[in-house]
């Protein structure tokens, strides 16, 4: 993997007379050096004991990075001479490293170069920019100060451009005076490059005990409970996303996304306010669905409509799919199963998609039915189809069944008996079905 050294490697790389010029992927060594390597290593020096001895720190360079440059030296020395060593053979088949061809002091002045560095810096950085930039915003950078004044950096280095800055300041939209002042705290920002170094391994260690399912908060607690160490959490979050840990956990939901963006699925007011039971047969209707899972994992949804007053299930489906049709289907069978709808009566359900989708609140309304809706995340509001779902995954071995077919047996045999067998206290010790009689009479 290539290395990449940051503005304070690369200045104290700079620093070492065996050193032309660094960039931040690569060291253009003095030809001298080169010379003086390859004797020292026919020598029997070894390459670490070469670059140690000519003031290299290892754990700037690289550990491996010794061993390829002597390689590479050597090779050439082989093959051109002395004289291969005294000129840069990199990209004419000596090392196989193809690079850009470096200038040298005569060359940066010459007019017509420098002119081209110019076009280069002016059509890279905004590309840069735009690479950058957040999806649906249009401002010409999204890039922040800090990141800007590294790309200036960069461009300036990797080109050997001189009084570039102001310009590509200019490009940034950032302050002159503030790339220098960035640039004058190369040290501080070395150090704070170390601490994070040192703070990520921690981190990452929590994160992976998790298999990845922590966010930044979790880990703020982690680490106050586990480790005694105090953290900001917004530290936390800056460093999984310098060191791209990511939190593989369940996002909001993209669907809820886009009806709000497109104000095409529209909610209802709750106009039942938890008033399950009217004592009016009809008046209330009740709507839900439940998953439930049978044979190898499989999954499979029940969707009910519920009597508020007489605790009747009027009309059921279980089906394989969450798609729209599985509250089609549920309307077309209370349809079937009512003859004539109370003249009040309104249906009651949650805000999820099916309920708020527009071809279903257009169903409702030409079955003469007014639509009410749940408060947001508010599960009480709904309590007594919630209560009914309970009940059933209490009673039905649902998840014994080994195919679609046998659940659906299980469970058209279970509501009949619930609504016809199935006494309960608070309706006068009745069956759903007797007390649905007994309010008609009454």
């Not at 503005?7 to 070492?16: A, V």
């Not at 061809?101 to 010459?110: F, G, I, P, Q, Y």
């Not at 003859?339 to 071809?359: K, M, N, R, V």
Request: proline content about 3%; glycine content about 6%.
């Amino acid at each position: 993997m290539a290395r990449h050294f940051t503005s304070f490697e690369i200045k104290e790389l700079e620093q070492n007379p065996n050193v032309l010029r660094v960039s931040d992927r690569s060291i253009t060594y003095h030809p001298e050096f080169k010379i003086r390597a390859v004797d020292a290593h026919e020598q029997g020096f070894s390459p670490t004991q070469i670059f140690l001895n000519h003031g290299f720190d290892l754990s700037v360079v690289g550990k491996e990075q010794p061993s390829r440059c002597l390689s590479r030296w050597r090779q050439t020395y082989a093959q051109y001479g002395q004289s291969g060593l005294e000129r840069d053979q990199r990209g004419k088949g000596a090392s196989g490293r193809p690079t850009n061809k470096a200038l040298n002091s005569d060359e940066k002045l010459k007019k017509a170069e420098a002119r081209i560095k110019y076009l280069e810096a002016e059509n890279d950085f905004p590309k840069k920019a735009r690479d950058e930039r957040k999806a649906g915003e249009t401002k010409p950078s999204q890039l922040k100060p800090c990141e800007t004044y590294e790309l200036i950096e960069m461009i300036c280095r990797n080109h050997q451009l001189k009084n570039m800055i102001t310009y590509l300041c200019m490009l940034g939209e950032v302050s002159r005076s503030g790339y220098y002042a960035w640039k004058n705290n190369e040290a501080n920002r070395s150090v704070r490059q170390i601490n994070d170094e040192a703070d990520i391994v921690l981190i990452k260690k929590i994160y992976d005990a998790e298999k990845g399912k922590v966010g930044a908060l979790q880990i703020k607690i982690i680490l106050d409970n586990d480790y005694h160490i105090i953290m900001n959490h917004k530290k936390i979050r800056r460093l999984m996303k310098k060191y791209n840990l990511v939190a593989r956990i369940r996002r909001v939901n993209p669907y809820k996304l886009m009806m709000k963006a497109t104000q095409e699925h529209k909610t209802c007011k709750n106009l039942l306010k938890r008033e399950f039971d009217q004592r009016e047969p009809g008046k209330v209707l009740l709507t839900d669905i439940t998953y439930l899972y049978y044979g190898k994992g499989q999954k499979a949804y029940l969707s009910c409509v519920k009597d508020g007053a007489t605790r009747e299930i009027v009309a059921h489906v279980v089906t394989t799919s969450l798609k729209m049709n599985i509250v089609y289907r549920t309307l077309k069978q209370l349809s079937n199963t009512v003859d004539e709808f109370h003249p009040e009566a309104l249906i009651h359900s949650d805000q999820g998609f099916h309920y708020t989708h527009p071809e279903f609140q257009s169903k409702v309304k030409q079955m003469g039915l007014v639509q009410s809706m749940s408060r947001r995340g508010n599960c009480w509001d709904n309590a007594s189809m919630e209560s009914f779902f309970g009940t059933f995954k209490d009673w039905v071995d649902y998840k014994s069944c080994e195919s679609l077919d046998e659940l659906k047996h299980q469970t058209n045999e279970y509501i009949n008996k619930y609504n016809n067998e199935r006494y309960q206290w608070g309706l006068n010790k009745m069956t759903p079905a007797q007390y649905r009689g007994h309010l008609l009479t009454a």
